[in-house]
């Protein structure tokens, strides 16, 4: 079926490296997807987003790169900082569907 | 604007017993959403609204109920506890006239039944 997931659970990163974040969709429709960090007892926060006519969208420290032709989406993170440890969940969208369907998660420890 | 809350933030049930988990938002969004999250595990749509009097199932609806009565509220109902319906539960809203499909989560209720 079609789905979101993501190549690693897990992600250990040292304080003031750089992180990457990886997404595999399976569903070439999907024109609209989203990343959202969720730290330990909290809801999913939004990140960033980028449209399928986007390869690249930058934000404040964060950078999602979108390449249509393997379906795979990342989440990169500059500088990484203490407040970057979360689980990380990719999310994506059909066409303005009511619905976004999300991915597992990857948990990002950042190392002091 | 709060944005979207939730109440109660915790909450222990019997088996058998029934529940209210109370979302509202302030922003004036058509789009609501329930979702269930189990430990280290993704978000598990349970029901969702697309405006005051339509509701409609999602991927795991069984055991819940949910009605819309206003933009603002979206009560989720547990009517016989099991402790399958242990989980952490999240209430989202989307403005589906941004153009933006990207929903604003609430800090969820954190659920337990023994």
């Known amino acids: 079926g079609e789905s979101v997931g993501l190549h690693l659970p897990t992600l250990s990163v040292q304080e003031g490296d750089n992180s990457i974040i990886n997404c595999a969709y399976s569903n070439s429709a999907s024109d609209y997807f989203i990343w959202y960090k969720q730290e330990s007892g909290k809801g999913p926060q939004f990140i960033i987003d980028i449209r399928s006519n986007m390869d690249k969208r930058q934000g404040q420290r964060v950078t999602v790169l979108l390449n249509k032709t393997v379906k795979h989406l990342s989440l990169q993170i500059a500088a990484t900082q203490p407040g970057d440890s979360a689980v990380y969940f990719c999310a994506e969208n059909k066409g303005g569907n009511e619905k976004l369907t999300f991915g597992t998660g990857t948990r990002l420890t950042i190392i002091p | 604007n709060a944005g979207v809350t939730q109440t109660p933030k915790f909450r222990i049930l019997k088996i058998g017993q029934s529940m209210t988990l109370q979302c509202t938002q302030d922003m004036n969004h058509n789009y609501m959403y329930w979702y269930r999250q189990d430990p280290g595990m993704g978000l598990k749509l349970i029901y969702y609204s697309v405006g005051a009097g339509i509701t409609d199932k999602g991927e795991v609806p069984n055991g819940y109920n949910v009605s819309r009565s206003t933009t603002e509220d979206f009560p989720l109902r547990l009517e016989l506890a099991a402790p399958s319906q242990t989980s952490v539960y999240f209430c989202?809203?989307?403005?589906?006239?941004?153009?933006?499909?990207?929903?604003?989560f609430g800090p969820g209720t954190r659920l337990l039944v023994l």
């Open positions: 989202a809203s989307r403005d589906p006239g941004t153009g933006r499909e990207t929903q604003y």
